[in-house]
Protein backbone atom coordinates (compact mmCIF):
# COMPACT_ATOMS: atom_id res chain seq x y z
CA UNK A 1 0.00 0.00 0.00
CA UNK A 2 1.53 3.15 -0.63
CA UNK A 3 2.26 5.86 1.75
CA UNK A 4 0.02 8.46 2.35
CA UNK A 5 1.10 11.90 1.64
CA UNK A 6 1.55 13.86 4.79
CA UNK A 7 -1.02 17.15 4.73
CA UNK A 8 0.70 20.59 6.22
CA UNK A 9 -2.33 21.97 6.54
CA UNK A 10 -3.61 19.19 9.28
CA UNK A 11 -7.00 18.83 6.95
CA UNK A 12 -8.23 22.60 7.09
CA UNK A 13 -9.52 24.32 3.92
CA UNK A 14 -6.71 25.97 1.78
CA UNK A 15 -6.12 29.60 1.99
CA UNK A 16 -5.82 31.26 -1.38
CA UNK A 17 -4.34 34.98 -0.84
CA UNK A 18 -4.13 37.66 -3.96
CA UNK A 19 -1.91 40.78 -3.35
CA UNK A 20 -3.00 43.70 -5.31
CA UNK A 21 -2.36 46.65 -5.30
CA UNK A 22 -5.89 48.82 -5.59
CA UNK A 23 -9.39 47.49 -4.43
CA UNK A 24 -11.03 49.02 -7.55
CA UNK A 25 -8.56 47.16 -9.91
CA UNK A 26 -9.57 43.58 -8.08
CA UNK A 27 -13.20 44.93 -8.47
CA UNK A 28 -13.19 45.77 -12.08
CA UNK A 29 -11.06 42.76 -13.10
CA UNK A 30 -10.94 39.71 -10.66
CA UNK A 31 -14.68 39.20 -9.18
CA UNK A 32 -15.16 36.16 -11.58
CA UNK A 33 -11.87 34.72 -10.24
CA UNK A 34 -12.52 35.02 -7.09
CA UNK A 35 -15.85 33.26 -7.10
CA UNK A 36 -14.37 30.81 -8.95
CA UNK A 37 -12.41 30.02 -5.82
CA UNK A 38 -14.57 30.67 -3.31
CA UNK A 39 -16.90 27.82 -5.53
CA UNK A 40 -13.99 25.80 -5.75
CA UNK A 41 -13.78 25.59 -2.04
CA UNK A 42 -10.80 27.52 -1.01
CA UNK A 43 -10.63 29.72 1.74
CA UNK A 44 -9.95 33.32 -0.62
CA UNK A 45 -8.25 36.75 0.78
CA UNK A 46 -7.73 40.02 -1.08
CA UNK A 47 -4.96 41.94 0.42
CA UNK A 48 -5.35 45.53 -0.88
CA UNK A 49 -5.50 49.28 -0.09
CA UNK A 50 -8.82 49.69 0.37
CA UNK A 51 -10.95 53.00 -0.83
CA UNK A 52 -14.14 52.35 -2.04
CA UNK A 53 -14.83 48.25 -3.42
CA UNK A 54 -14.62 46.30 -0.11
CA UNK A 55 -18.43 45.45 -0.56
CA UNK A 56 -18.08 44.47 -4.15
CA UNK A 57 -14.54 42.10 -3.23
CA UNK A 58 -17.07 40.81 -0.02
CA UNK A 59 -19.61 39.77 -2.58
CA UNK A 60 -17.80 37.11 -3.93
CA UNK A 61 -17.43 35.31 -0.42
CA UNK A 62 -13.84 36.83 -0.12
CA UNK A 63 -12.15 38.72 2.60
CA UNK A 64 -10.56 41.98 1.87
CA UNK A 65 -7.95 43.05 4.17
CA UNK A 66 -5.97 46.35 4.11
CA UNK A 67 -2.47 47.38 3.12
CA UNK A 68 -1.89 50.37 2.39
CA UNK A 69 1.48 50.36 -0.33
CA UNK A 70 1.49 53.63 -2.68
CA UNK A 71 1.16 52.48 -5.95
CA UNK A 72 3.52 55.33 -7.38
CA UNK A 73 5.64 55.48 -5.20
CA UNK A 74 8.86 53.73 -6.02
CA UNK A 75 11.03 54.51 -2.47
CA UNK A 76 12.72 51.21 -1.88
CA UNK A 77 12.40 51.83 1.92
CA UNK A 78 8.13 51.87 1.09
CA UNK A 79 8.24 49.02 -0.30
CA UNK A 80 10.09 46.82 2.05
CA UNK A 81 8.00 48.38 4.87
CA UNK A 82 4.90 47.23 3.34
CA UNK A 83 6.42 43.83 2.02
CA UNK A 84 6.97 42.97 5.68
CA UNK A 85 3.70 44.70 6.86
CA UNK A 86 2.01 42.01 4.14
CA UNK A 87 4.37 39.40 5.22
CA UNK A 88 2.69 39.45 8.92
CA UNK A 89 -0.71 39.77 7.49
CA UNK A 90 0.08 35.85 4.77
CA UNK A 91 1.03 34.62 8.42
CA UNK A 92 -1.58 35.57 9.91
CA UNK A 93 -4.07 34.19 6.99
CA UNK A 94 -2.06 30.34 7.58
CA UNK A 95 -1.72 31.75 3.30
CA UNK A 96 -1.32 28.88 1.49
CA UNK A 97 -0.44 30.22 -1.93
CA UNK A 98 0.01 33.50 -2.80
CA UNK A 99 -1.89 35.08 -6.09
CA UNK A 100 0.33 38.21 -7.09
CA UNK A 101 -1.90 40.46 -9.13
CA UNK A 102 0.12 43.45 -11.22
CA UNK A 103 4.08 44.30 -11.29
CA UNK A 104 3.89 46.26 -8.14
CA UNK A 105 1.72 42.98 -6.47
CA UNK A 106 4.76 40.79 -8.04
CA UNK A 107 7.77 42.51 -6.10
CA UNK A 108 5.81 43.24 -3.18
CA UNK A 109 3.95 39.97 -2.51
CA UNK A 110 6.69 38.03 -3.93
CA UNK A 111 9.05 39.46 -1.14
CA UNK A 112 6.60 39.06 1.43
CA UNK A 113 6.09 35.67 0.77
CA UNK A 114 9.57 34.69 0.90
CA UNK A 115 9.60 36.32 4.12
CA UNK A 116 6.68 34.58 5.24
CA UNK A 117 8.12 31.49 3.66
CA UNK A 118 5.14 30.77 1.78
CA UNK A 119 6.54 29.00 -1.79
CA UNK A 120 3.14 28.06 -3.33
CA UNK A 121 3.10 31.48 -5.55
CA UNK A 122 1.38 32.74 -8.62
CA UNK A 123 2.68 35.78 -10.46
CA UNK A 124 0.03 37.40 -12.60
CA UNK A 125 2.08 40.06 -14.47
CA UNK A 126 -0.25 42.73 -15.81
CA UNK A 127 1.27 44.58 -18.23
CA UNK A 128 4.44 46.48 -17.24
CA UNK A 129 3.30 49.92 -17.38
CA UNK A 130 5.71 52.58 -17.90
CA UNK A 131 8.81 50.55 -17.59
CA UNK A 132 6.92 48.84 -21.20
CA UNK A 133 6.53 51.40 -22.84
CA UNK A 134 9.99 53.60 -22.18
CA UNK A 135 12.27 52.52 -25.08
CA UNK A 136 14.93 54.53 -23.55
CA UNK A 137 18.11 53.36 -21.89
CA UNK A 138 16.34 53.91 -18.69
CA UNK A 139 13.86 51.25 -19.53
CA UNK A 140 15.96 48.68 -20.76
CA UNK A 141 18.04 48.45 -17.53
CA UNK A 142 14.67 48.64 -15.56
CA UNK A 143 13.31 45.73 -17.56
CA UNK A 144 16.51 43.47 -17.01
CA UNK A 145 16.63 44.04 -13.34
CA UNK A 146 12.93 43.77 -12.97
CA UNK A 147 13.81 39.86 -14.74
CA UNK A 148 16.71 39.50 -12.66
CA UNK A 149 14.77 39.90 -9.42
CA UNK A 150 11.75 38.16 -10.59
CA UNK A 151 13.79 35.26 -12.20
CA UNK A 152 16.07 35.51 -9.46
CA UNK A 153 15.19 35.60 -5.44
CA UNK A 154 11.85 35.97 -6.03
CA UNK A 155 10.94 32.30 -7.74
CA UNK A 156 10.88 29.11 -6.04
CA UNK A 157 10.21 25.70 -7.74
CA UNK A 158 6.44 25.96 -7.04
CA UNK A 159 5.83 29.56 -8.81
CA UNK A 160 4.04 29.50 -11.52
CA UNK A 161 3.59 32.38 -14.11
CA UNK A 162 0.33 34.03 -15.34
CA UNK A 163 0.97 36.19 -18.72
CA UNK A 164 -1.58 38.19 -20.66
CA UNK A 165 0.73 38.25 -24.39
CA UNK A 166 3.60 36.44 -24.94
CA UNK A 167 5.85 39.64 -25.01
CA UNK A 168 5.89 39.71 -21.65
CA UNK A 169 6.52 36.15 -21.12
CA UNK A 170 9.47 36.26 -23.54
CA UNK A 171 11.20 39.94 -21.57
CA UNK A 172 11.34 37.51 -18.52
CA UNK A 173 13.06 35.03 -20.08
CA UNK A 174 10.07 32.25 -20.43
CA UNK A 175 8.48 30.23 -23.08
CA UNK A 176 5.10 30.61 -23.36
CA UNK A 177 4.82 26.82 -24.03
CA UNK A 178 6.75 26.39 -20.38
CA UNK A 179 4.59 24.03 -18.31
CA UNK A 180 4.89 27.06 -15.20
CA UNK A 181 3.71 29.59 -17.81
CA UNK A 182 0.31 29.97 -18.05
CA UNK A 183 -1.40 32.44 -21.02
CA UNK A 184 -4.71 33.63 -20.21
CA UNK A 185 -6.94 36.03 -22.22
CA UNK A 186 -6.58 38.69 -19.78
CA UNK A 187 -9.18 39.13 -17.31
CA UNK A 188 -11.73 37.98 -19.28
CA UNK A 189 -15.11 39.11 -20.08
CA UNK A 190 -18.81 37.84 -20.39
CA UNK A 191 -20.04 37.94 -23.67
CA UNK A 192 -23.16 37.77 -22.29
CA UNK A 193 -23.23 40.94 -20.08
CA UNK A 194 -20.91 42.35 -23.19
CA UNK A 195 -23.35 41.83 -25.86
CA UNK A 196 -23.84 43.37 -29.18
CA UNK A 197 -25.99 46.53 -30.20
CA UNK A 198 -27.40 47.80 -33.52
CA UNK A 199 -24.59 49.79 -34.70
CA UNK A 200 -25.53 53.37 -35.41
CA UNK A 201 -25.86 54.82 -38.79
CA UNK A 202 -22.88 56.79 -40.66
CA UNK A 203 -22.40 59.36 -41.09
CA UNK A 204 -20.17 60.14 -38.98
CA UNK A 205 -18.27 57.24 -38.27
CA UNK A 206 -18.10 57.94 -33.95
CA UNK A 207 -14.81 56.24 -32.14
CA UNK A 208 -14.53 55.63 -28.41
CA UNK A 209 -11.47 55.35 -26.66
CA UNK A 210 -12.49 54.30 -23.12
CA UNK A 211 -9.44 54.43 -20.41
CA UNK A 212 -7.95 56.33 -17.69
CA UNK A 213 -6.78 59.30 -19.28
CA UNK A 214 -2.99 58.64 -19.79
CA UNK A 215 0.24 59.62 -22.15
CA UNK A 216 0.45 56.21 -22.41
CA UNK A 217 -2.78 55.33 -23.78
CA UNK A 218 -2.30 57.55 -26.57
CA UNK A 219 -5.06 60.03 -25.54
CA UNK A 220 -3.15 62.93 -27.70
CA UNK A 221 -2.46 60.33 -30.84
CA UNK A 222 -6.50 59.50 -30.87
CA UNK A 223 -7.19 63.40 -30.59
CA UNK A 224 -4.71 64.21 -33.35
CA UNK A 225 -5.51 61.48 -35.67
CA UNK A 226 -9.13 62.66 -35.84
CA UNK A 227 -8.17 66.01 -36.48
CA UNK A 228 -6.22 64.99 -39.55
CA UNK A 229 -9.05 62.83 -41.07
CA UNK A 230 -10.94 65.86 -40.16
CA UNK A 231 -8.70 67.92 -41.93
CA UNK A 232 -9.06 65.72 -44.64
CA UNK A 233 -13.14 66.08 -45.62
CA UNK A 234 -13.53 62.81 -43.22
CA UNK A 235 -16.72 62.71 -41.03
CA UNK A 236 -15.50 61.19 -37.51
CA UNK A 237 -16.06 62.00 -33.68
CA UNK A 238 -13.96 60.92 -30.88
CA UNK A 239 -15.44 60.80 -27.11
CA UNK A 240 -13.02 60.27 -24.80
CA UNK A 241 -14.45 58.04 -21.82
CA UNK A 242 -12.20 57.94 -18.75
CA UNK A 243 -10.63 60.48 -15.69
CA UNK A 244 -7.58 61.90 -15.05
CA UNK A 245 -5.18 59.21 -12.30
CA UNK A 246 -3.72 61.24 -9.93
CA UNK A 247 -1.44 58.00 -8.75
CA UNK A 248 0.03 57.72 -12.17
CA UNK A 249 2.77 60.43 -12.94
CA UNK A 250 1.64 59.96 -16.88
CA UNK A 251 -1.86 61.22 -16.81
CA UNK A 252 -3.01 63.91 -18.44
CA UNK A 253 -3.94 67.02 -16.69
CA UNK A 254 -8.07 67.75 -16.53
CA UNK A 255 -7.12 71.08 -18.07
CA UNK A 256 -5.36 69.33 -21.19
CA UNK A 257 -8.41 67.47 -21.54
CA UNK A 258 -10.91 70.10 -21.70
CA UNK A 259 -8.83 71.86 -24.50
CA UNK A 260 -8.41 68.68 -25.98
CA UNK A 261 -12.36 68.54 -25.82
CA UNK A 262 -13.31 70.59 -29.85
CA UNK A 263 -13.29 69.90 -33.49
CA UNK A 264 -15.05 66.31 -33.51
CA UNK A 265 -13.71 65.31 -30.15
CA UNK A 266 -15.87 65.25 -26.33
CA UNK A 267 -14.56 64.17 -22.85
CA UNK A 268 -17.23 63.02 -20.95
CA UNK A 269 -15.30 61.85 -18.13
CA UNK A 270 -15.37 58.83 -16.17
CA UNK A 271 -18.41 56.91 -17.25
CA UNK A 272 -20.35 53.85 -15.05
CA UNK A 273 -22.38 52.71 -18.67
CA UNK A 274 -18.73 51.38 -20.79
CA UNK A 275 -21.57 49.12 -22.51
CA UNK A 276 -23.79 52.60 -23.22
CA UNK A 277 -20.49 54.18 -24.09
CA UNK A 278 -19.49 51.44 -26.85
CA UNK A 279 -23.49 50.83 -27.68
CA UNK A 280 -23.26 54.81 -29.21
CA UNK A 281 -20.15 54.06 -31.10
CA UNK A 282 -18.79 52.18 -34.17
CA UNK A 283 -15.33 51.63 -32.98
CA UNK A 284 -12.90 51.63 -30.15
CA UNK A 285 -9.97 53.35 -30.14
CA UNK A 286 -7.15 52.78 -28.00
CA UNK A 287 -3.84 53.86 -29.74
CA UNK A 288 -1.41 52.81 -26.71
CA UNK A 289 2.03 53.47 -26.61
CA UNK A 290 3.09 50.08 -24.84
CA UNK A 291 2.79 48.61 -21.20
CA UNK A 292 0.02 46.96 -21.37
CA UNK A 293 -1.07 43.59 -20.46
CA UNK A 294 -4.35 42.55 -22.30
CA UNK A 295 -6.43 45.87 -22.66
CA UNK A 296 -9.97 45.30 -20.96
CA UNK A 297 -11.35 47.89 -23.07
CA UNK A 298 -10.93 46.13 -26.07
CA UNK A 299 -11.73 43.02 -24.50
CA UNK A 300 -15.26 44.80 -23.77
CA UNK A 301 -15.69 46.67 -27.14
CA UNK A 302 -14.71 43.53 -28.74
CA UNK A 303 -17.32 42.02 -26.98
CA UNK A 304 -19.91 44.82 -27.68
CA UNK A 305 -19.20 43.71 -31.37
CA UNK A 306 -17.05 46.78 -32.10
CA UNK A 307 -14.33 47.07 -34.43
CA UNK A 308 -11.19 48.10 -32.65
CA UNK A 309 -8.35 50.54 -33.91
CA UNK A 310 -4.96 50.12 -31.43
CA UNK A 311 -1.57 49.84 -32.43
CA UNK A 312 1.22 46.99 -32.65
CA UNK A 313 2.63 46.94 -29.22
CA UNK A 314 2.48 44.08 -26.63
CA UNK A 315 -1.39 42.94 -25.56
CA UNK A 316 -3.28 45.13 -27.64
CA UNK A 317 -1.08 42.84 -31.15
CA UNK A 318 -1.89 39.90 -29.07
CA UNK A 319 -6.17 40.32 -29.34
CA UNK A 320 -6.36 42.03 -32.65
CA UNK A 321 -5.79 40.82 -35.42
CA UNK A 322 -5.19 43.56 -38.47
CA UNK A 323 -7.38 43.58 -41.57
CA UNK A 324 -10.04 41.38 -39.73
CA UNK A 325 -11.21 42.56 -36.47
CA UNK A 326 -9.92 46.06 -36.59
CA UNK A 327 -6.84 47.91 -37.47
CA UNK A 328 -3.23 47.88 -35.97
CA UNK A 329 -0.73 50.56 -36.53
CA UNK A 330 2.26 52.20 -35.10
CA UNK A 331 2.43 53.24 -32.37
CA UNK A 332 2.92 57.54 -31.43
CA UNK A 333 2.01 57.50 -35.67
CA UNK A 334 -1.47 59.68 -35.46
CA UNK A 335 -0.79 60.26 -39.59
CA UNK A 336 -1.10 56.16 -39.76
CA UNK A 337 -4.48 56.55 -37.25
CA UNK A 338 -5.68 59.09 -39.58
CA UNK A 339 -5.56 56.37 -42.63
CA UNK A 340 -7.18 53.80 -40.67
CA UNK A 341 -10.20 55.62 -39.27
CA UNK A 342 -10.48 57.41 -43.11
CA UNK A 343 -10.91 53.88 -44.19
CA UNK A 344 -13.55 52.46 -41.80
CA UNK A 345 -15.52 55.83 -42.22
CA UNK A 346 -15.53 55.16 -46.06
CA UNK A 347 -16.95 51.29 -45.57
CA UNK A 348 -19.81 50.69 -43.46
CA UNK A 349 -19.68 47.31 -44.31
CA UNK A 350 -16.09 47.05 -43.18
CA UNK A 351 -16.97 48.47 -39.92
CA UNK A 352 -19.90 45.61 -39.04
CA UNK A 353 -17.72 42.56 -40.43
CA UNK A 354 -14.50 43.47 -38.51
CA UNK A 355 -16.88 43.93 -34.92
CA UNK A 356 -18.80 40.92 -35.85
CA UNK A 357 -15.12 38.73 -36.71
CA UNK A 358 -14.03 40.71 -33.08
CA UNK A 359 -16.90 39.26 -30.82
CA UNK A 360 -16.08 35.77 -32.66
CA UNK A 361 -12.59 36.68 -31.28
CA UNK A 362 -13.27 36.56 -27.75
CA UNK A 363 -16.00 34.06 -27.86
CA UNK A 364 -13.36 31.39 -29.20
CA UNK A 365 -10.26 32.74 -28.78
CA UNK A 366 -10.06 32.01 -24.87
CA UNK A 367 -11.09 35.57 -23.66
CA UNK A 368 -13.96 34.11 -21.71
CA UNK A 369 -14.35 35.05 -17.96
CA UNK A 370 -14.93 31.40 -17.94
CA UNK A 371 -11.75 30.78 -20.06
CA UNK A 372 -9.52 32.53 -18.10
CA UNK A 373 -10.89 31.29 -14.18
CA UNK A 374 -10.61 27.81 -15.71
CA UNK A 375 -7.00 27.89 -16.21
CA UNK A 376 -6.37 29.72 -13.38
CA UNK A 377 -8.07 26.96 -11.27
CA UNK A 378 -5.99 24.29 -12.96
CA UNK A 379 -3.10 25.85 -11.63
CA UNK A 380 -4.41 26.00 -8.26
CA UNK A 381 -5.45 22.36 -8.05
CA UNK A 382 -1.94 21.58 -9.24
CA UNK A 383 -0.47 23.41 -6.62
CA UNK A 384 -2.91 22.83 -3.46
Given at each position: MAAQEHDPTGGRTRTIAYVVT??????????????????AGYSVAVVTRVRAHRAAIEATGARVVALEAERSSLNPMGAGYAAGQ??????????????????RGILIGG???AMAGIPRRVYALTGLGLIGARQDRAG??????????????LETARTRYLFENPDDAALLGLDPA??????????GV?????????LPGQPPLRLALVAR???SKGIDTAVEAVRIARGRGVAVELALHGAPDPSNRRTVPEATLREMARDGVAWTGATADVAGAYAACHAACLPSRGGEGLPRALLEAAACGRALLTTDVPGCRTLVRDGLDGRVVPPGDPGALADAIAALAADPDLVARMGASARQRILEGGFTEAAVAAAVMRIYAELL
Open positions: EDWFFASHFLPMARAAVALAAILKALKADLVHCIALTAARLARTGLRHLVRGPEARVTMVGGADPAAWAPAPMLW
